[in-house]
């Protein structure tokens, strides 16, 4: 899913784009992909785009006449620019927003559609997709410290709540939580002050540096390798992988669709935190540390 710094990407390179931009034509071609039927979307056809903005995770476009749109691109959907009035390029194309100097595409890979468009008519009806969390790069200690301590979850849940942070998701909540040597499953009301400024620096710092590292890879051009898997992360999608800290190999924890990735060295002080899948089946089996995990594999490799 396209987090905070892919969106703060995506955001820059559209108003470089069609910011300004007069709409000539909506194309859908999915009609999953559109959540509402009023204002029906003839109503944008000729209105100029008047400016781009970020509700969490979601982008939120403003048209003449208080018009907006709200794109949610959810785990798998993803923007494309091309020239004017292009043809819609395969089976994945949800719709196209044609200006007129380029046509802006969403796609959305997988058969499960998620990805939203929402069109609204005033700035009161965009504000109910706020979930009400607070902008992490905009927070001060004091804030950052009263989000993190208003409900009691684990610090993977808390970060990827958008109740509580705005823009965080799975992949770089993995990437933070290293920078900040926690455990995933340390509650947020357990962490003392210096724990919790730890994870402050390292929220900031994370996020900054990939914002940065992104606008660097694009060099002026349109995103297109938007991904939560990328070799230069820390963690995140490198299970049994080395720590570039510790060279330990990198753990995972699976539920459901989702991954969390973490060093036991650098983050749980050798301990291996529980699989629920695997855990739940090998029960008293289930190794505490790397080393009993590395004698677990050793001896299997023997059966």
């Not at 509402?36 to 476009?61: A, N, W, Y």
């Not at 995972?252 to 983050?267: G, M």
């Amino acid at each position: 899913m396209p987090e905070l710094p892919d969106i703060v990407v995506y955001l820059e390179a559209l108003r470089e784009r069609i910011e300004g931009k007069r709409l000539e034509r909506i194309r859908l071609a999915s009609p999953f992909f559109l959540r509402t039927f009023d204002p029906p979307k003839e109503e944008f056809i000729g209105t100029t785009l008047r400016g781009i903005s970020r509700i969490g995770k979601r982008l939120v476009f403003e048209f003449d006449d208080d018009l907006f749109a709200v794109i949610h691109l959810m785990i798998a959907g993803r923007f494309r620019w091309l020239g004017t009035a292009a043809k819609l390029p395969g089976k994945l194309v949800l719709a196209a927003f044609d200006f007129d100097d380029g046509t802006l595409v969403v796609t959305e890979a997988g058969s499960r559609k998620r990805a939203s468009l929402h069109l609204a008519r005033g700035r009161s009806l965009v504000q109910i997709h706020d979930r009400g969390g607070i902008e992490p790069l905009e927070a001060t200690l004091e804030d950052f410290s009263a989000a993190l301590r208003s409900e009691r979850h684990t610090l993977k849940r808390t970060l990827t709540d958008p109740r509580i942070f705005s823009g965080i998701g799975n992949s770089y909540s993995d990437e933070i939580l290293h920078s900040a040597r926690l455990s995933p499953t340390q509650l947020s009301t357990n962490l003392d002050d210096e724990e919790i400024e730890r994870l402050f620096i390292a929220t900031q710092t994370t996020l900054y540096e990939w914002i940065e590292r992104l606008r660097k890879e694009r060099g002026g051009k349109f995103p297109e390798k938007v991904t939560a898997f990328r070799p230069e992360m820390a963690v995140h999608g490198k299970y049994d992988q080395p720590c570039p800290v510790c060279q330990s190999p990198v753990q995972r924890i699976v539920h459901a669709d989702n991954e969390t990735n973490y060093c036991t060295r650098c983050q749980t002080g050798g301990k291996l935190l529980a699989d629920r899948a695997l855990s739940k089946l090998l029960k008293n089996d289930w190794p505490k540390t790397l080393e009993e995990m590395e004698d677990l594999r050793e001896e299997n490799s023997k059966m």
